[in-house]
């Protein structure tokens, strides 16, 4: 056999073996990726080679200045442990071309082949040595040479590009190792304006979604291909990593999501052309450096006059004027008609501080901090003994101070609400024999709350109130009928205005409920229960209620496990909703109190609520979720891990797409509720113990 034959054979069974051996790995359970501040947040400090920091219509992002090492960075970096590309993504970029029409294609992102991968010939090389080599003829030599000019380094295994005529471009490696595009001809993103798409791709179908407006989609028979090899490829951001291609626009986000269809995690959005998932810290808390001559022109008489007030107009008269706001720490000038930020500080959360230990004369089932009109801030406290009732609390400088005793058996919750300029309480009893409520009202005259009505309750849990169609409603939890039934009726009120009193308007089927969310999205009403037990077992369907023809209806169930509260929150355009699961019962087995908690995210194409995160509690009885200037945290109400009633509740950080993370850990005694409230421009956090006598303020320090 000569060599020339030989090593032909060689070649081919090299090739062979590297398509049959081995077992690829796809990516599987990823959370969303930001290839943005992957590349800008190596040294916080400074940008990164290549970039500058810009600012267009009032909003920064980063500019391409070379297609630089930095910019680019080996995929294995982010998606571990995997061969293959994701069968099905997504991609969100936000972005502005600065020109009407592209000069030329352009990229936003691009994943290459690295260019040092061997190729066959070399591996050959390597493996006969360089004497078996110089037996092949001069034709052989040129041949091989012709060859490996011919092939181009780093070549196109996925890329997002701009077309000269402003179409979008989304290229992945195809069969016979083409680049096969799928083109978006109707896109228009080329008008010198901020634009959010979020690209998804199945298997075979490609939809873009601009600006949270209708989808434009493309149909292939082709698919896309599961066995797209990533192995030693490199993500170039703002290029094809080399200076042709380079995007001459601004970035601001670039995030892939695998896995999943992120649409519907960025649309509906109240701002659709800036709709946020993942923006890089550099972009959202520095200011730009603005050149000397995009500064506003400000007189230096002007400039010696800065006014300080609370509010201040601005107007042609005032231009160039400038003005402190000592509320929110702010500097800003006019430019004739709108006050422009120069300095502006956002108040952050640094670290929690205990303010007030505040002594009851009995355990503390709940805690329901409200405003009373001329009075103050108030503070009712659900105490277990019938003996001392409960009582309400005054917010004064030095902390709650006693203001009025209720009596009250076995009181599990407090519900403030209001009806028109009137002010009330509703108070869940649960003693024994207690199979009662009462709505109680403000009195003006007397300065004290006073009997209204008594509503007949079975071990009541919880109070919701709420407002449909300039109606006033309340909703009780009523949690079991004697010591054994708990699948029985929770009640639906409505107040009679004629007979000033509230009414049986409809009864909901529950199983020990515990706590009732009332919510509205848009034109729709909910109302979310959490069912804890059914006599068995604590595995029971917690249920959502939608509002339809003057009652409620099912429109979703969750398995949950002893289920205590749940609390709805909004993030931006996001609606969440958190259940704190207490633990896990069946029959006679034994509890089980470490699980997890869970957060559901309202999936609007889907049209239901779908897993987001899960958080470890240990007998959670409450969530309670409150901001600080632009940043979201949730507080969990800790109390019990199955020895111990002293435990720690933690308070969690929103962090984008990673969800919410532990930022601080508070020391409580069976803790089972928490309040936020604000006083004076001050941030605090109340708890209740449902096993000391005793709740505890803290005061949320921020910077």
């Known amino acids: 056999m000569s060599v020339q034959m030989f090593l032909l054979l060689l070649l081919w069974s090299l090739r062979v073996t590297d398509t049959t051996t081995g077992t690829w790995r796809q990516c599987a359970d990823l959370l969303p990726l930001d290839l943005l501040s992957f590349v800008l947040e190596r040294d916080t400090s400074k940008l990164v080679p290549g970039v500058h920091m810009k600012q267009a219509l009032g909003v920064r992002g980063v500019h391409f200045l070379s297609p630089d090492a930095p910019l680019s960075f080996s995929s294995s970096q982010i998606l571990v442990n995997c061969d293959l590309f994701p069968k099905e993504f997504s991609i969100i970029s936000t972005f502005k071309v600065n020109h009407s029409t592209p000069k030329r294609n352009e990229y936003i992102f691009s994943l290459l082949e690295a260019k040092t991968v061997k190729s066959a010939e070399e591996v050959v090389e390597d493996t006969l040595g360089m004497e078996m080599m110089r037996n092949f003829s001069g034709e052989a030599q040129q041949a091989k040479k012709k060859t490996r000019s011919h092939e181009e380094p780093g070549r196109l295994i996925l890329g997002l590009k701009l077309s000269q005529n402003g179409r979008l471009h989304f290229l992945f490696k195809g069969q016979g190792e083409a680049a096969e595009p799928r083109v978006f001809r109707d896109a228009r993103l080329a008008d010198n304006e901020w634009h ?68 519907h995690q960025i649309c509906p959005s109240l701002d659709p052309q800036l709709a946020a998932l993942s923006i890089p810290p550099l972009l959202l808390d520095r200011p730009v450096r603005r050149k000397q001559s995009d500064r506003p022109k400000v007189s230096s008489e002007a400039a010696q006059r800065v006014s300080v007030a609370l509010e201040r107009s601005c107007s042609e008269l005032q231009q160039g004027q400038m003005w402190f706001n000592p509320l929110r720490k702010g500097l800003y000038v006019c430019n004739g008609s709108v ?94 024999g207690a199979d009662f409520s009462v709505v109680y009202k403000w009195s003006n005259r007397r300065k004290r709350f006073v009997h209204l009505q008594t509503l007949q309750t079975f071990c009541a849990r919880d109070w919701e109130a709420f407002n449909i169609e300039q109606h006033s409603y309340l909703a009780v939890a009523n949690h079991r009928q004697g010591d054994n039934n708990h699948t029985i009726n929770s009640v639906i009120y409505r107040w009679n205005r004629s007979i000033k009193s509230f009414e049986v308007h409809q009864m909901l089927l529950t199983s020990g409920a515990y706590d009732w969310e009332f919510f509205t999205v848009g034109p729709y009403h909910f109302l979310v229960v959490a069912n804890a037990f059914d006599g068995v077992t604590t595995s029971v369907d917690s249920i959502i209620y939608v509002w339809i023809n003057g009652k409620f209806q099912v429109f979703q169930t969750i398995k949950t496990f002893c289920a205590t509260d749940w609390e709805m929150f909004r993030i931006g355009s996001r609606v969440f909703l958190v259940v704190a699961n207490g633990h896990r019962l069946h029959g006679n087995g034994p509890s089980q109190y470490t699980i997890n908690s869970t957060i559901y995210e309202l999936d609007m194409s889907g049209q239901l ?27 969990v109400a800790n109390s019990y891990n199955g020895e111990s009633y002293s435990l720690n509740s933690i308070l969690y950080r929103w962090q984008g797409y990673e969800g919410f993370v532990p930022v601080h850990w508070l020391p409580t005694i069976g803790c089972s509720d928490w309040e936020f409230f604000s006083s004076n421009g001050e941030s605090y956090l109340i708890y209740s113990s449902a096993k000391a006598p005793l709740s505890k303020v803290f005061k949320l320090k921020t910077y």
């Open 196 to 263: 959010t798409l979020v690209l998804a791709i199945g298997r075979h179908h490609t939809r873009l979604t601009v600006d949270c407006k209708s989808p434009l989609e493309i149909t292939s028979s082709r698919p896309f291909p599961s066995d797209l090899n990533i192995q030693r490829s490199r993500f170039h951001i703002g290029s094809r990593g080399r200076w042709k291609g380079l995007f001459s626009g601004l970035l601001r986000q670039l995030v892939l999501v695998p896995n999943s269809d992120a649409t």
């Open 339 to 432: 006050w422009i930020t120069v300095l502006e500080e956002r108040e952050r959360l640094d670290y929690v501080l205990e303010h007030q230990v505040l002594t009851t004369s009995s355990e503390t089932h709940d805690v329901e901090v409200f405003q009373v009109p001329g009075l103050g801030l108030m503070a009712a406290m659900a105490h277990r003994s019938p003996a001392s009732g409960s009582a309400l609390y005054l917010w004064t400088q030095s902390g709650f101070q006693l203001y009025q005793n209720i009596s009250t058996h076995g009181a599990l919750a407090w519900r403030h609400f209001r009806m028109g300029k009137k002010v009330f309480l509703v108070v869940s009893n649960s003693g024994a």
């Open 609 to 635: 609520f779908v897993r987001f995160q899960d958080i470890v509690t240990h007998s959670a009885v409450d969530w309670e979720f409150f901001s600080l200037g632009e940043e979201h945290f949730l507080v």
